[in-house]
């Protein structure tokens, strides 16, 4: 077995959680459309289901970190080379330079009619989820090192 793959406990975890976001996913897009057959919309056709989405992978991705099912466990601390260091910043220049670039020529280009708001709640609902996401894993990290330590 290679130091990486996860456990036959983790693995079953994770299953698990993967079958309660997938039946959550399920449900709330059954009460999504049965809320939109009644004539409630609370967010534009293609945004809210990326938002019932959004949630569910972050509930997925919360409960694998917080049982430690996301990684197998690792023999070495592993440092960031110096060619990762390189390869991770022409990445960022690549994508901030294309991010000039679209921007620079497509910024008099509007996709709508500037009534809807659905990119911007996405926008912000991701990098909150996000945000969540680092938060439980820093946590999950700090109670591993607590736990090693206490041995």
């Known amino acids: 077995m290679r130091t990486n793959e996860l456990d036959e406990m983790q693995l079953q975890n994770r299953n698990k959680i993967g079958n309660q976001a997938f039946m959550v996913l399920f449900y709330l897009l059954m009460i999504d459309i049965g809320l939109y057959g009644f004539g409630f919309r609370w967010l534009q056709y293609p945004v809210n289901v990326f938002v019932i989405m959004i949630v569910c992978m972050t509930y997925y ?12 466990p690792q023999q070495t601390s592993k440092r960031m080379t110096r060619k990762a260091r390189y390869l991770y910043g022409a990445s960022g220049f690549v994508a901030a330079v294309t991010a000039f670039i679209l921007q620079k020529y497509f910024v008099n280009a509007p996709a709508t009619n500037g009534n809807d708001k659905g990119a911007m709640i996405l926008f912000v609902f991701s990098i909150v989820m996000l945000i969540i996401v680092a938060g439980v894993k820093i946590i999950a990290n700090r109670q591993n090192k607590n736990d090693d330590n206490n041995l």
Request: proline share 0%; hydrophobic share 40%; aromatic share 8%.
């Open 61 to 72: 991705l919360i409960c694998i970190i917080r049982n430690s099912s996301y990684v197998g």
